[in-house]
């Protein structure tokens, strides 16, 4: 006798015999070859040296997203104890790490509102970051709060997108970031690890506003299935919190909770870079 398995269940999220599961072959046929295709970019990932003592080069950033054939990535500085008031130190040094491979990296700067950040946000603009990443627990201030809205207007004017850590050690944040998309409706706000923390709440809070994307490195893969089934794939981007994570559990997880959750195939390649390269407004490669 005949079971339709394909009645309930996705096929693709089955591997054929003898298909390693932390292989491109795998991913390639969870994603309907859409990895092939189209440009992966991962949203999330570090470089240098945080004070809890994780460090990667750029190098070894290089050869972990060789392994997938991943385009490039968004960089920006650890929790680094070089940080000092304005995390000048560690800002140049991703400008000078990410100079080598300008078309495959992509320097974010990493601002502290409690510090000097005016003249920091300026020297890193005139360089040529292309983003800003914040990090309320490790920096010690509230996503809504008076102390870091020059921060949010700043980078809504000068067209940046902010990736704001959701993540481990936050309360519930989605009023926050509600209020902060309401207050400046041109902000590109990247939540980073998708608010997971205060799941389920955050999708209902947070829907209703199309400048808020959705991150999902280090996400819970239920919070994952949630997020690819309510949220529009258009304001879901793949990351992998490296050296935190891999390509390897980021890219499978994507690729199986999509197909899982039924996003459309032809969606697949805005999860997985699309989506994040229009907002850093660019169609393929970074220019230098």
């Not at 005016?118 to 996503?143: S, T």
């Not at 389920?200 to 239920?222: D, G, H, I, Q, W």
């Not at 994570?245 to 195939?265: D, E, H, K, N, W």
Request: glycine share 8%; hydrophobic share 40%; net charge negative.
């Amino acid at each position: 006798m005949h079971i339709p398995y394909e009645r309930y269940f996705d096929l693709r999220a089955i591997p054929k015999g003898g298909m390693a599961l932390d292989s491109y072959e795998y991913l390639s046929q969870v994603t309907a070859s859409a990895v092939e295709s189209s440009p992966i970019w991962d949203a999330h990932t570090h470089l240098g040296t945080d004070t809890d003592g994780k460090t990667l080069t750029a190098e070894a950033l290089l050869a972990d997203l060789a392994r997938f054939d991943v385009a490039g990535a968004v960089v920006f500085p650890f929790n680094d104890p070089d940080q000092g008031e304005d995390f000048g130190v560690p800002n140049q040094r991703i400008w000078d790490a990410c100079l080598p491979y300008s078309d495959r990296l992509v320097p974010f700067m990493r601002l502290n509102p409690h510090g000097p950040w005016e003249a920091e946000y300026e020297r890193c603009l005139a360089r040529g970051h292309r983003g800003v990443k914040l990090h309320p627990r490790a920096q010690e201030f509230d996503i809504a709060a008076g102390v870091v809205r020059g921060i949010y207007k700043r980078a809504a004017d000068d067209g940046l997108p902010v990736l704001v850590h959701t993540g481990y050690g936050m309360p519930a944040i989605s009023q926050d970031v509600a209020a902060v998309a309401e207050a400046y409706p041109e902000l590109k706000l990247i939540l980073g690890h998708a608010s997971f923390i205060d799941m389920p709440r955050a999708l209902s809070v947070l829907k209703p506003y199309p400048n808020v994307y959705f991150e999902t490195s280090v996400v819970r893969m239920y919070d994952l299935f949630q997020v690819l089934r309510e949220v529009d794939p258009g304001r879901v981007m793949y990351g992998s919190d490296k050296p935190y994570s891999s390509s390897t559990v980021s890219l499978q997880a994507m690729g199986i909770m999509a197909s899982l959750a039924g996003v459309a195939p032809e969606r697949l390649p805005d999860l997985f870079g699309g989506n994040l390269l229009r907002v850093l407004g660019v169609t393929s490669k970074v220019a230098a």
